[in-house]
């Protein structure tokens, strides 16, 4: 009879230890999945368009810069009608295309962040680029009176975020893929 009962007994332990392997493993599969697309579907491109964003506006900014480096915008002396026409150019071909595609990754996968609620960042990023595109309209009618966003980008705070999320999953990624990943 004590055979039985403990010939039971292990049986359940085994079944048990099996079965929370098994829930663990589950688990830890789901959580790598979601990892991989935070990575693939959002930080990974939203860390690409800031990547390439910054550095296309330095190479605006080294064609176009003025004799003491400076942006035309931030000067007392007013952009001429060649900086002005110069930079509606970039900023419907590059920089506006750009930052919709990053608006874009926000709306379409605010699911994937890793914070509880929307960053205030990321709306001022889609404020941003809402600003921008009444610019670009205006400029299509042919007024060409205003040239900004009426809301600032925010290119250094997105760009650390980017950065900081990406590297902080690709973390995670290894971790979870058992493997050592040195930062």
């Known amino acids: 009879m004590v055979a039985v009962v403990v010939t039971i007994g292990l049986a359940f332990a085994g079944y048990v230890v099996t079965y929370l392997?098994?829930?663990?493993?589950?688990?830890?599969?789901?959580?790598?999945a979601h990892v991989n697309r935070q990575i693939g579907d959002f930080y990974g491109p939203l860390f690409a368009l800031t990547e390439a964003n910054s550095r296309i506006f330095g190479a605006f900014m080294e064609r176009n810069a003025r004799p003491d480096g400076r942006s035309p915008f931030v000067r007392e002396t007013p952009p001429t009608e060649e900086e002005l026409t110069e930079w509606?150019?970039?900023?419907?071909?590059?920089f506006l295309p750009n930052i919709?595609?990053?608006?874009?990754?926000?709306?379409?996968?605010?699911?994937?962040?890793?914070?509880?609620?929307?960053?205030?960042?990321?709306?001022?990023?889609?404020?941003?680029v809402s600003g921008y595109?009444?610019?670009?309209?205006?400029?299509?009618?042919?007024?060409?009176?205003?040239?900004?966003?009426?809301?600032?980008?925010?290119?250094?705070?997105?760009?650390?975020?980017?950065r900081k999320g990406f590297a902080q999953l690709k973390r995670e990624q290894a971790r979870l893929l058992g493997q050592r990943h040195d930062s």
């Not at 392997?21 to 790598?32: A, P, T, W």
């Not at 509606?88 to 590059?94: A, F, G, M, Q, Y």
């Open 21 to 32: 392997n098994g829930l663990r493993l589950s688990q830890r599969h789901e959580r790598l």
């Open 88 to 94: 509606r150019l970039w900023v419907t071909t590059v």
């Open 100 to 128: 919709r595609a990053m608006r874009d990754l926000v709306i379409k996968h605010a699911d994937l962040l890793t914070e509880p609620e929307m960053p205030p960042l990321l709306l001022h990023l889609c404020a941003h």
């Open 133 to 162: 595109e009444i610019t670009a309209a205006r400029w299509t009618q042919g007024s060409y009176d205003q040239h900004l966003s009426v809301v600032s980008f925010p290119s250094e705070e997105i760009a650390t975020d980017a």
